[in-house]
């Protein structure tokens, strides 16, 4: 059977857990199943409970046979984080790959703030990596600070830690109540140079937010509790968003620090506005959309 019909059929198993560890199975029994399985396996990576064995085991996978990383487009990291359970074999693996990328001299699973590391760790394992979706952060963590260094009194982007081709990035809330703190963010958007989607579900904080987003086109913050100056420092640099979309979140009042008129948030997005086509905005319970409907004038409509 040709390999292009073998690849084909792969793909097509891969929509559940079962499916996958038949294929996993398939390409052990030879070596013309094993390179048609293996890009198909490692092409979109779901981790979920428990977090430390499943980022063990696929730290581990990657390590062993680093040709893997590279068929790595997808990754998916659900929500892990009240799982604190590893064995020696977990912290050892690791150790491994977390040590030379951040220069921490010994992996401790249970100190605060390390579950992060190992996160960005296997992520950073992935440089074809194109999507990236996290459910993983909430306030107090989600710390993607590791992916920077300080040299000569400026904070830089480590060069092992960048993904040149990451395009598509997601952070989702673990939970109704949780939100994501736009502060602790610095590392992974400034990882990304090329990044062009980025989607912020209850997005918070934001006032030390320093990235570089001029390859953005598409900003979606849903349940946004973004003030202002977060808002503010998150869209001064996406010089060249078509598409933005802003909801606020439900659960408050309207204190005068928040951007809860479309005037404000309109002032945020002045410096995209010579390429911004699509613009809906929610403001409380307002509903505002705005529509370029030509690109030759500059004026469009609000409906």
């Excluded at 998916?76 to 491994?96: A, C, F, P, Q, W």
């Excluded at 659960?251 to 809860?260: I, T």
Aim: aromatic share 8%; glycine share 4%.
């Amino acid at each position: 059977m040709p390999l292009e019909i073998l690849t084909e059929i792969a793909s097509n198993l891969t929509y559940s857990s079962s499916s996958l560890e038949g294929l996993s199975r398939l390409g052990r029994t030879c070596r013309a199943l094993f390179i048609v399985v293996t890009p198909v396996l490692y092409r979109h990576i779901h981790l979920s409970l428990p977090l430390y064995p499943m980022l063990a085991r696929c730290a581990r996978s990657l390590v062993t046979c680093p040709a893997r990383c590279e068929h790595i487009q997808s990754i998916n990291i659900r929500r892990i984080y009240k799982d604190r359970y590893y064995t020696k074999s977990d912290r050892e693996v690791l150790d491994e790959i977390v040590q030379p990328l951040f220069g921490i001299h010994a992996f401790e699973p249970k100190r605060f703030g390390n579950v992060d590391l190992a996160i960005m760790a296997v992520i950073c394992l992935a440089q074809n990596l194109e999507t990236l979706e996290i459910s993983h952060f909430y306030e107090s963590s989600g710390n993607t600070d590791s992916l920077l260094q300080e040299v000569n009194n400026r904070v830089r982007q480590r060069s092992a830690c960048t993904l040149s081709k990451l395009t598509t990035l997601t952070f989702k809330p673990p939970s109704k109540k949780a939100k994501i703190n736009l502060d602790k963010l610095n590392g992974l958007l400034n990882a990304a140079p090329n990044l062009q989607s980025l989607h912020i579900d209850a997005a918070t904080g934001g006032s030390s937010l320093a990235v570089s987003l001029t390859n953005l086109t598409t900003l979606c913050l849903e349940d946004s509790h973004l003030g202002y100056q977060g808002l503010r420092l998150l869209t001064q640099p996406c010089v060249n968003l078509t598409y933005f979309k802003f909801a606020h979140f439900k659960g408050f009042d309207e204190p005068a620090w928040r951007p809860f008129s479309a005037a404000q948030i309109l002032d945020c997005l002045k410096p995209c506005s010579a390429q911004l086509q699509h613009l809906h905005l929610e403001p409380l319970a307002r509903l505002v959309d705005y529509v370029i409907e030509d690109e030759d004038e500059p004026s469009g409509k609000w409906r």
